[in-house]
């Protein structure tokens, strides 16, 4: 298990590539993104919003602060970032539930789907080689769940707005991709609200699903997610992709070896799968084509959020969205904000909550949104309840 336990430090515009050795037992996850500083937004989107620079760790703003019962979250310690390792845990107690230090998990987080269904998932996206991953899904018809970085959404709004009408669920991995037990609880609101809200600007809705990078969460990050209405996503399989880009010893078929031998396990399995990919580097992309057909030969493929039972991906539960609104059209900033009218709303800042092996859902949100913007042009998200 050579590469259990290293994590690569990925801040590729500061200091190059650098890697560094952790005590963490837990799999290791993407590295940060590529950077985004330099990039032009596609497309004629423009946010009406003035965001902190990607690749930042944003400053959030006062009034979301302000959402956040303190009291309320646990008193778990910010950890140093150990060089940009991410945290350095230490001794055996983990009375916080830290998932990269134990693989500890609350019943709130999202880690698997229900036996014989698999949550298919991407992150760091999108990028230059999401178009790619994205033609595919369409071709196949196949609806994922997109976890995508702040910085990236407001370089690449188009493929955001794409990827949300193809019906994928768009879902957050924080605004700079830092390790969130590192980060002061302020900058932890910072990393998910800036994310939501560059994703609500482009696709006029607020998502529930965060998945935080390298699945660094523990009970603080968990509560102040909680306060402001997100349900974490882990995950039970990695593919571990992300060294494609990183470590040239790394052989691509092992990821398809390791996708077989998980189709192999599907029927004595007693849970179902929720995998870590990534559309950050033409590689992954490639090898996400390559698997999909190997798993969708054992499980039920779909978006995590319909896995898990979630009548919705997006707080807005129940919402009409008119694709055919000036919202959609580029170009047009004023109207650039998709309208959602929110037809039974649960609550766009209160906490949402979860079930990582409830009952499936008997419709799918994404596959609406498909639907009805082929057909008529309107999207309907499913269902309000949670349930
Ligand atoms: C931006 O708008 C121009 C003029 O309407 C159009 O020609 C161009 O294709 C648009 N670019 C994108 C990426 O949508
Ligand atoms: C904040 O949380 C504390 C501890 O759980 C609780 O006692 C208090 O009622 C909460 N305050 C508000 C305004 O919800
Ligand atoms: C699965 O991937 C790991 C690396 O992530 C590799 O070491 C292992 O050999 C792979 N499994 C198979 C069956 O190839
Ligand atoms: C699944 O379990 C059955 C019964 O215990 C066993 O015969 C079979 O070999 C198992 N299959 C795999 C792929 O492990
Ligand atoms: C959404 O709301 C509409 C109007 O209230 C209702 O007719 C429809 O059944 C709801 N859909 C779901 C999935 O709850
Ligand atoms: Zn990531």
């Known amino acids: 298990m050579l590469f259990k336990g290293l994590y690569f430090l990925a801040a590729l515009t500061l200091s190059g590539t650098a890697l560094a050795a952790t005590t963490a037992s837990a799999t290791t996850s993407a590295p940060a993104a590529i950077d985004t500083s330099t990039g032009s937004a596609t497309g004629n989107f423009t946010f009406k919003d003035k965001y902190p620079a990607a690749n930042s760790v944003p400053v959030p703003k006062p009034e979301w602060v302000t959402l956040l019962n303190t009291s309320a979250i646990a008193k778990a310690p910010v950890y140093s970032n150990n060089g940009g390792a991410g945290p350095k845990q230490s001794g055996s107690a983990d009375p916080y539930c830290d998932w990269t230090f134990t693989l500890c998990t609350r019943p709130d987080d999202i880690v698997e789907c229900p036996k014989g269904q698999w949550g298919i998932t991407y992150d760091d996206g999108p990028t230059q080689f999401s178009p790619k991953l994205y033609d595919y899904l369409d071709s196949v ?8 970085i702040g910085g990236q959404v407001l370089q690449y709004p188009d493929m955001v707005l794409r990827a949300f009408k193809a019906g994928h669920e768009i879902a957050i991995h924080t605004f700079s991709h830092s390790y969130l037990t590192t980060q002061s609880t302020e900058s932890i609101v910072g990393e998910l609200k800036w994310t939501e809200q560059a994703i609500f600007e482009v696709t006029g809705v607020h998502p529930k699903l965060f998945r935080p990078p390298y699945g660094d969460i523990d009970d603080r990050v968990r509560d102040i997610a ?19 880009g990183e470590d040239t010893s790394f052989q691509a078929d092992w990821i398809d070896a390791n996708a ?8 004595n399995a007693t849970v179902g799968g929720v995998s870590l990919e990534h559309d950050l580097y033409a590689g992954t992309v490639d090898a996400a084509i390559r698997i999909l057909p190997i798993l969708k030969k054992s499980y039920d493929v779909k978006p995590v959020g319909v896995c ?14 008119s694709a055919s609104a000036s919202s959609l059209a580029p170009s047009t900033p004023a109207g650039s904000t998709a309208s959602a009218s929110v037809v039974s709303n649960a609550g766009v800042n209160g906490a949402g909550s979860s079930s990582s092996s409830g009952p499936v859902a008997t419709t799918s949100g994404a596959n609406k949104q498909t639907v009805g913007l082929a057909l008529t042009g309107l999207v309907a998200v499913a ?3 949670l349930f």
Do not use: C
Request: no cysteine; proline share 2%.
């Open 308 to 321: 898990a039972g979630l009548a919705s991906a997006y707080k807005e539960g129940n919402v009409t969205v």
């Open 383 to 385: 269902a309000a309840a």
């Open 260 to 267: 077989t031998a998980w189709g192999n396990e599907a029927a």
């Open 141 to 148: 018809g196949q609806k994922a769940t997109l976890f995508m």
């Open 226 to 244: 909680k306060q402001l209405g997100f349900i974490p996503v882990i995950w039970n399989h990695d593919t571990d992709d992300w060294m494609l």
